[in-house]
């Protein structure tokens, strides 16, 4: 038996996100592009810097952190999922990781850490081509 739907009903469970579809998964490519870095160090103050994402080799993500102590890290994308392992550029034994989830209008939301640090927030916002 087939179960049928009035166009109300329709309407009805599109505005709640029963019927639509599930978003896709992220490209390495749709990642690739300047951001503003938004967020938190481990000692509660706040920064706001620029970052760079590009493809290396394979689906490879190089990210780089400009800021005063700037970092770089490579990371991979598992679904939507960014999990980077950088390390300092002035300091190489300052080394840590990264966990983003990409949103759909293309912002990179998750936290950061210092190794022996506590996890913060960060969001890598891109900028408008």
Known sequence: ???????????????TGLLTTPARAAEPKDLVGK?????????????????????EKGNTLKIIYQSAEPDIGLGSLKG????????????????????YEF??????????????DKKTPENLIPKKK
């Open 103 to 116: 949103q759909e209008d293309g912002v990179l939301k998750g936290w950061w850490h210092y190794n022996g």
């Open 80 to 99: 939507n999922t960014l999990t980077v392992k950088f390390q300092g550029v002035k300091k190489t034994d300052s080394t840590g990781e990264a966990h």
């Open 1 to 15: 038996m087939m179960t049928r739907f009035s166009p109300v009903a329709v309407v009805v469970l599109l505005l």
């Open 35 to 55: 951001y503003t870095c938004k967020g938190v160090n481990a000692d509660g103050s706040k920064y706001d810097h620029p970052a760079e994402i590009t493809l």
